[in-house]
């Protein structure tokens, strides 16, 4: 997958402005607060319809305008696909527009996981060091870009709970609509519980192997996964906590998800230098992972990559990701080797508030 072209308007700090993208390396130069960040996370909404910067897309308004507009140009290249495709995101107080190819989309849910991006960023410490929701959401990501079936249930999943919770926190329910509920969540949850465990799988047999090109050392490196008890959904004795205690126990949204160094629980135990790592050693093997089911090199979006890791680690990922589309920012070019820098399209961006006055 590749972005060609990116339009910005209103977004953020951006009033209007064009970026042009090739394929390989791209690097994005600039100081803090020019801009960097931000043309990531354009690219990022307009495949997966969310910021990783910010939970809430209205921040993403500039703060003169009431509304934003974002287009970007993909080639598909994958070996199933070689279609252009436009799309589209015009967002405001009132409304979020969505087209594909100037054909308006009546849910972004509808073409989530055709474009698949991966981020990194400091945040990656996050995803080892943090409660297991960041690790829920990390599996989440992936299995919408290599499952079509996935995103589907587990919207239906979340949308069962909602229900479920309003019930069990206001009180006006009646025992057989809740055990309806129970019954939905418990279908939903196999299915997501069985397709999590797999992926899961799929990462123990590739990130050891990852981790010792990169890092030049073995590991025991392992994701471990312990559902929660979906059949207790069902269990007449345990609805009657819930009912006590007003909110659903149990359920795929309580999977604790853990990665180990052997017998070592990282969360715990990993210093912040080792979590981004690891973390960055997961987005490599999501990478894998979506270019075999889905045939298609997902584009590599890696914020400030420079800061957070050695010369000669940094070497040996951006030899190993020179199949991808790659969208990389920096402060200078001074960390940039010449091999890559002499092959890579190299965008300068000048402080943005004086381009725009």
Known sequence: MIIEKLLLQNFRRFKEK????????????????????TILEAIYLLSTG?????????????????????????????????SQNTLSILFSKDKKVVH?????????????????????????????????????????????????????????????LERRNEYLKDGKFTMDLLL?????????GI??????????????????????????????????YRPSKLEKLLDPDSITEEIRRKRTLYGIHLDEIEIFDGQINLREFASLGEAYSIGFILKLVESELIDRYKSTTPILLLDDFFSHLDEVKREKILNYIKNNEVILTSVSTNDV?????????????????????
């Open 191 to 224: 299915k997501i519980m069985e397709k999590r465990e797999k992926i899961i799988n799929d990462f123990n047999e590739r990130i050891r192997d990852i981790f010792y090109i990169i890092f030049d050392k073995k590991s025991e490196l392992s994701i471990v």
């Open 100 to 160: 594909l190819n100037k054909r308006k989309v009546k849910a972004f849910s509808l073409i989530i996981g055709k474009f698949p991006v991966i981020v990194t960023d400091y945040a990656l410490v996050e995803l080892v060091k943090d409660g297991p929701s960041k690790r829920r959401d990390f599996i989440n990501h992936v299995l919408t870009f290599t499952d079509e079936d996935y995103y589907k249930n587990i919207l239906k999943y979340y949308s069962f």
């Open 50 to 82: 969310k910021s990783f910067v910010t939970s809430a897309v209205q921040n993403c308004v500039n703060v003169s305008e009431d509304y934003f507009f974002v287009e970007g140009v993909f080639n598909n290249v994958s070996r199933l696909d070689q």
């Open 180 to 188: 309806f509920l129970s019954h939905e969540l418990y279908d939903y």
């Open 18 to 37: 064009k970026f042009n993208f090739s394929n390989g390396f791209n690097i994005v130069i600039g100081k803090n607060g020019s801009g960097k960040t």
């Open 337 to 357: 080797s010449k091999s890559i820098l002499n092959s890579a399209n190299v965008i300068i961006l000048e402080d943005v508030l004086n381009e725009n006055n």
